[in-house]
């Protein structure tokens, strides 16, 4: 993965661009700051891609995942907060700990196997 | 090389499969039970307003309609089904065997189920569900204005299901950059997994605004923030208006897989318009406050200048798809039907569009059934038209069945007169003075019988949608088999087994172009 | 020339903008129609490359959209120009659900009243703003909405050439009874108007 990273770059470089165009023309708001804040990430994320190494050759792919889409539910639920108030935010984030903990057994278990 | 590492299904390893075609069948399933949802929805509106005076819903009953119809259309369905489309196709048309981050995506999957059950819970709350929009502008979504916990399941329902499209954006972005099979440079990547890189792009860009604007809501609900209005315009649009284009490219992309293979001729001008997507996209995030015009709090000059000049990337792409027809033979089957469809409307849609880009102009035409129409014609007549080129187009690969070409063709016919129908006399409706987001209209000739027309066109598009239904019922539990390749395709989805194996391919052909199959085939000649 | 006739600067600019999009239409639907026709008379041949013919159509998109992007903002920039010196002020408030507009001329101010009552062909400087959500008054006669805001004024200049009765209405969804938050502007001639002034104004 090398020079593809630059496209995401070139393309947030013309989003930092059209900030600057609007910052001369009309002064600091939320326009220009908007768009440079989305070019100044797209180009550090096509930077990023750019410069990491290639992908390993050899690729762990679950097939089954209980604990991922149980962490969807933990957050949903703690989003409820909002809602129904604090004690859905400690609900769900037990939850999401109990799910996160799965996922991280999986993913020490996959990388075991992969060594293999 | 990818080794698969649990065996196992039943309801419950559907519900927590990671391989990425699973993921996608799971959000176009849910998407499409939203689909129903909202559409039902949109036939309450239409037989509400086909007459002057309230005769169907209460005032109150009806902005409980329009809400949930954009909020679902938008944030349940169509941008759902524009990743799934992309998270089942992308790995398969660059010879991958999987999506980056499997569990990322199993996870999305259920954000996104999650939000839509949040949003809809609203209804069974005793203040009801939110109805100010699928835009929620404050201060009228502040506690104050809109009292109840429906709102604040709304807002929750959003944030999770927007964040559900950012994570599936960026692991099919990533798919993309790293998991090409050799040989497949970027510039040969097909033209769907372009449209589809550039969605994942205004996604990942894009999307967090609308986070924040929501935060914004959540700041003023609960902490009684004093939010300034045009914050939250400028947050919501600059997601809003790159979420329409989300809306649009990979459908685009479909279009242009489907004129290829059912004009049987190789796409002209490839490169041109892998620069006008890629324009297009930057385009889609620089216009976002044309939908801000009338508030006298933006430079529309600006936005007026970025908004026309996209006609420049979608003039490069009509052109490079009428000459691929030029230069081939077209086989009306179904999926050119939708092509072309797709190809004439959403002109209308997008030629409406370059109308209130001019300020002035959208002086008088914003926020009324003008916009509409535009939006409609854009969305619905172009984008969904799109996607079903691509659903007739892809169906037989994802399940190894032909969708009935009878069904479709009634499909069709039934939908392009609906949809006419229901949404050019939009256009007239808003240049008289009709505005939007309204459950009555004052009594007066004009305006009655053009909104009798467009509801009369609503019961033919639902009745369009029934016969799609049925098809789809129809043909999966008894459909014609196909084989690998039924229609001729030029890129490798179509170098494996329909339905393709968990890891997809067995083997890969050489890959010299964007067309990998055609060349072959034309090799062989 | 503040304000100058919107209903007039829109109607010249939509027709030109209608017949150009009509004529695009008609461009796009004629080129898709022969390309998928042509196929079915002959067979297929590689064509000869398109790209510089590409090229002069990408110049004329180009030309269109300066072209359209041109008028539309020296038409903008007439619209939106504010007089210095307006016959008539009028304070505009929206509020859940109903208008308030309260007209002056020359040290004379009427009551708010539900309905705006203005002079026909006068320069009438408007601010708008709201008491709570944000609403938009819209003057289909006159082509123009603007937002009001609560913790902003906008100010814009309007024009009404024609005597009569002509609706308004708020055209961003405020809530409830959003579809019933509806006024009527009366356009008096000068005798009119300064008869109505001097019965409602102090």
Known sequence: MRREGLVISAWGAILVLHSLVLFVWQGPGWSPLLLLTAGLASVTAGLVAAWRGRTPRLVMAPDLSPPAALLAVGVAVAAGAFVAGTWLAWLGGGIALVAAAGVVRETLAMRREARR | MTVAVLPGRGVIGWAVAADHKSVAARVAAAAGIFMVLGGAVSLVMRAELAHSGMQVTFRDTYNELFTPHGTTMVYLVMVPLALALGAYLVPLQIGAAELVAPRVNLFASWLLVLGGLSIYGGFMTAHGAARNGWTEFLPLSGESFSPGPGTDMWVIGVALADAAAILLAATILLTILTRRAPGMTMLRLPVFTWTVLVTCLLTLFGFPALEAALGLIEAQRHFGADIDPVAYLHLFWFFGHPAVYVMFFPFLGAVAEVVQVFSGARLVGYRALVLALLGFATGSMTVWAHHMFTTGQVLNEYFAITSTSLLIFAGVEYFDLTATLWRGVVRFSVPMLFALAFLAQFAIGGLTGVIVASPVLDYHLNDSYFVVGHFHYTLFAGSMFALFAGVYYWFPKVTGRFLSERLGRAHFWLLVVGTNVTFFPMFALGYLGMTRRVADYPERASLDWLNAVSSAGAAITGLAMLVFFWNLAVSLAAGRAAGDDPWGGHTLEWATSSPPPRHNFDRLPPIRSFAPLLDLREQRR | ?202
């Open chain 3, 1 to 202: 020339m503040g304000g100058d006739g919107t209903r007039q600067a829109f109607d010249a600019l939509f027709s030109a903008y209608v017949v150009v999009t009509t004529a695009a239409l008609l461009v796009i639907g004629l080129a898709l129609t022969l390309a998928v026709l042509r196929g079915r008379r002959r067979g297929s041949r590689p064509g000869s490359d398109p790209s510089r013919l590409e090229l002069a159509y990408v110049g004329v998109l180009v030309l269109a959209a300066t072209a359209l992007i041109a008028v539309s903002l020296v038409t903008e920039r007439n619209v939106d120009a504010r007089s210095a010196t307006p016959d008539v002020r009028v304070a505009a408030v929206a509020s859940q659900w109903r208008w308030s507009f309260t007209v002056s001329e020359a040290g004379r101010q009427a009551a708010p009243a539900a309905d705006l009552v203005v002079p026909q062909g006068a320069t009438v400087a408007i601010t708008l703003r709201s008491t709570d959500v944000i609403h938009s008054m819209w003057v289909p006669e006159v082509r123009f909405k603007r937002y009001a805001f609560p913790d902003r004024t906008n100010r814009f200049d309007l024009e009404f050439p024609d005597t009569g009765s002509f609706e308004g209405l708020c055209a961003q969804f405020c809530g409830l009874e959003h579809d019933t938050m509806r006024f009527t502007v009366h356009v008096l001639d000068r005798r009119g108007f300064d008869a109505w002034l001097a019965e409602h104004g102090s």
